[in-house]
C-alpha cells in the first residue's frame, strides 16, 4: 500500500513539473509568478511591489544570487529580480537564461554610513567629487565594463598598506561581480578599486569585510565597519537608518532574469 | 539483549534483508536517471571536466578550499578547547552542588548559562557575539571571536556531558570511597572522574564533530570558512552544484576520519573492562 502510494506521489510531482505555461511576454506578468531576489537587495522590495498581498506565497529570497539562479534554472522559479550588470554576467557564464527587454525600475548606487557620521561622508563624498572631476570614477568603471576583468589581480590593488590615518573598514558582499568579487585571497571590483582610492584620499588603509548582504546594515549601524559599499541603491526606508554619500552609480536597471526558453520576445 | 543478538544472525543468514533491497533499488533508480540525464556520454564528460577545471584548478581556485579549511579547522579546535574548559567547571559546579556543597548561587548560575546556551541557535549567539558585544573590536581577528561564540556554546553542551557521566557511575561507589576514608575531593578525582571519563569520550568526540559542522555559519560574520570558499567559488564561476558537493565531500571525509577516531578509541578504553 505504500509503494502504490510513493508511486502515485512520484508521478503526481512528475506531471506538476511538466505542466505546459504560457511564456513570459511582458513583466506585468510576473505580478502573479514565482519570483526570487537576492535577501536584503532592492530587487527583493522590487519584487514585493510587484507581487503585492501574493509576496508571501510567491516570493523565495535567496542569500546568494548563485543560488536564485539554480532555482530559476531548475524551474522553481520564473524570474530573478536583480540588477543588470550581474544579471549580464550570469547571462554570459550560464546558458538558457534571458533578461527581459522591460527593465523594472531605475536605481542610484551609494556607499552607506552609520546614521550621524557627517564627518566621514563629507570626507568621502569630496574624494568621490575629485574621482569625477578628474576621470578616476570613468577609468575604474571603464576597466570592469569594456574589459575582461577576470583578469584583474587583487594584487594589483593598492590598498594603502600601512598608512598613518589608520584603517577604513569597508563592509562588502563580495559576489556581486564586477562590482565586487573575491579572487583568491583578495578581492577585485568597481567598489573595491573606488574604494581603494577613497582610502587612499583620506589617507587610510583599506580593510574590506565580505559578509552578507543583508548583515551589512547592521554591521555599519553597530560601527562594525565604517561604511557599506556593495552596490547598495539609495531607498528612502534605508535612508531612515543609514547616511548615504552622494552617488557614484545612477540609473542601474533593475531587470528579471528569465529561462531563455519561457520568455517570448 | 541475546534475543536481539540471535534475530540479528538469523536475518544475516538469510541473505540481503528488506533494507538491502530498497538500497539497492534506489541505487539502479539513481544510475538510470544518471544514465537517462546523458550524464555518462562523452559529452556529458567533457562538460563535466571543463567545469571542474573552472571550478578548482583555474587560477589555483582549490586553495580557496585550503585556506577555508584550514580557518575551519583552527575554529573547531579553538572552540573545543574552550568548550572542554567551560563544559569541565560547569559540571564540577553542578555535581559539587548535587553532593552537598554549599554553593546554591554558583549551581544556579552554570544552571541558568546552559539553560540560555542550550535555548538559543549557535547561530544567532554568533551574530550576537560579533554584532552587540563585541560591536566596537574591530581590529580583533573576526574568528576569535567566533572561536569564542562557539566555545561557549558548546560548553554548554559539554557540561551536560560530563554530569551525564559522573552520574551514570553507581552511587556505591563513592560510598565505597568515602567509606575507605577517602575526602569527596579525592574520591571524585580517583575513583569517579576516570570511570565516568571512559563513558563520555564518545560523546565527547560527537560533539566536536557536530561543531565542525556547526562553524559552516561563520561566514555570516564574513570568516571565510569551508562553506563560504565553496561560495566564493560559486561567485567567482557561476556554477551552483560542484563546489558545495565538494565541500561537502570535504566535510563528509574529516567526520568520516574522527568517527574512525572515535571508534579506535572507544576499543582502546575498553580494554580490558569487566563484563
Redesign the interface.
Known amino acids: 500500500m505504500k509503494k502504490i502510494f510513493a508511486l502515485l506521489l512520484a508521478v503526481a510531482l512528475c506531471s506538476c513539473a511538466f505542466a505546459d505555461e504560457a511564456k513570459l511576454k511582458t513583466t506585468e506578468q510576473l505580478k502573479t509568478e514565482r519570483l526570487a531576489a537576492q535577501r536584503g537587495t532592492v530587487g527583493q522590495y522590487i519584487a514585493e511591489d510587484l507581487l503585492g498581498d501574493k509576496k508571501g506565497s510567491l516570493l523565495t529570497t535567496y542569500e546568494?544570487?548563485?543560488?536564485a539562479?539554480?532555482a530559476l534554472r531548475q524551474g522553481k522559479i520564473r524570474a530573478v529580480v536583480m540588477d543588470e550588470m550581474p544579471a549580464k554576467?550570469?547571462l554570459n557564464?550560464?546558458e538558457g537564461l534571458a533578461i527581459m527587454d522591460e527593465s523594472l525600475s531605475e536605481e542610484n548606487y551609494a556607499i552607506g554610513f552609520r546614521k550621524g557620521n557627517t564627518e566621514l561622508v563629507s570626507a568621502v563624498n569630496k574624494a568621490l567629487a575629485e574621482m569625477k572631476a578628474d576621470g578616476t570614477l570613468d577609468a575604474i568603471f571603464a576597466k570592469y565594463l569594456n574589459g575582461d576583468y577576470t583578469a584583474v589581480k587583487p594584487e594589483d590593488i593598492d590598498f594603502n598598506k600601512g598608512a598613518k590615518g589608520g584603517?577604513l573598514?569597508v563592509?562588502t558582499e563580495?559576489?556581486?561581480?564586477p562590482y565586487e568579487?573575491?579572487?583568491?585571497?583578495g578581492y577585485i571590483g568597481i567598489d573595491v578599486e573606488m574604494c581603494a582610492v577613497i582610502a587612499k584620499k583620506l589617507g587610510r588603509e583599506l580593510v574590506i569585510?565580505?559578509?552578507?548582504f543583508d548583515?551589512l546594515p547592521?554591521?555599519v549601524s553597530?560601527?562594525?565597519?565604517d561604511m557599506i559599499c556593495a552596490g547598495i541603491t539609495v531607498t528612502d526606508e534605508r535612508k531612515e537608518n543609514m547616511d548615504f554619500s552622494d552617488n557614484y552609480v545612477v540609473g542601474a536597471k533593475q531587470v528579471a532574469v528569465v529561462r531563455a526558453d519561457d520568455y517570448e520576445k | 539483549m541475546q534475543m536481539t543478538m540471535r534475530n540479528n544472525l538469523c536475518s544475516r543468514r538469510e541473505g540481503a534483508g528488506r533494507g538491502d533491497i530498497v538500497l539497492g533499488i534506489f541505487a539502479l533508480f539513481l544510475l538510470y536517471l544518471l544514465y537517462d540525464s546523458g550524464f555518462f556520454t562523452a559529452a556529458a564528460w567533457q562538460d563535466f571536466n571543463r567545469r571542474f577545471y573552472q571550478n578548482f584548478v583555474k587560477d589555483s581556485r582549490y586553495m580557496m578550499l585550503v585556506d577555508g579549511l584550514k580557518s575551519t579547522i583552527f575554529m573547531t579546535t579553538g572552540a573545543t578547547l574552550i568548550g572542554l574548559a567551560v563544559g569541565l567547571i560547569l559540571s564540577v559546579i553542578r555535581v559539587a552542588y548535587k553532593g552537598g556543597a554549599d554553593i546554591p548561587m554558583l549551581n544556579k548560575l552554570a544552571n541558568t548559562y546552559i539553560t540560555v546556551l542550550r535555548g538559543t541557535p549557535a547561530m544567532v549567539q554568533l551574530l550576537i557575539w560579533n554584532f552587540t558585544i563585541f560591536a566596537s573590536a574591530r581590529d580583533l581577528n573576526t574568528q576569535y571571536i567566533a572561536i569564542l561564540a562557539f566555545g561557549l556554546n558548546s560548553g554548554a553542551y559539554v557540561a551536560e556531558i560530563f554530569r551525564g557521566g559522573i552520574e551514570s557511575i553507581d552511587p556505591g561507589q563513592m560510598e565505597a570511597a568515602r567509606s575507605l576514608g577517602l575526602s569527596y575531593g579525592t574520591s571524585m578525582r580517583f575513583v569517579i572522574l576516570p570511570q565516568a571519563l571512559r563513558n563520555v569520550v564518545p560523546m565527547l568526540f560527537n560533539e566536536f564533530i557536530a561543531l565542525l559542522k556547526e562553524t559552516s555559519v561563520a561566514g555570516y560574520i564574513g570568516i571565510d570558512d569551508l562553506t563560504r570558499a565553496g561560495q566564493n567559488i560559486q561567485a567567482l564561476t557561476l556554477e551552483h552544484s560542484q563546489p558545495l558537493v565538494m565541500v561537502a565531500i570535504i566535510y563528509l571525509v574529516i567526520v568520516l576520519f574522527l568517527t574512525h577516531l572515535v571508534r579506535k578509541l572507544e576499543e582502546w578504553l575498553s580494554r580490558g573492562r569487566r563484563g
Not at chain 1, 64 to 67: A, C, E, F, G, S
Not at chain 1, 209 to 212: D, F, L, S, V
Open positions: 546568494k544570487y548563485v543560488d539562479i539554480a554576467r550570469f557564464e550560464v584603517k573598514y563592509g563580495a559576489g556581486f561581480a568579487l573575491k579572487v583568491g585571497t569585510e565580505n559578509m552578507n548583515a547592521m554591521a553597530t560601527n562594525k565597519v
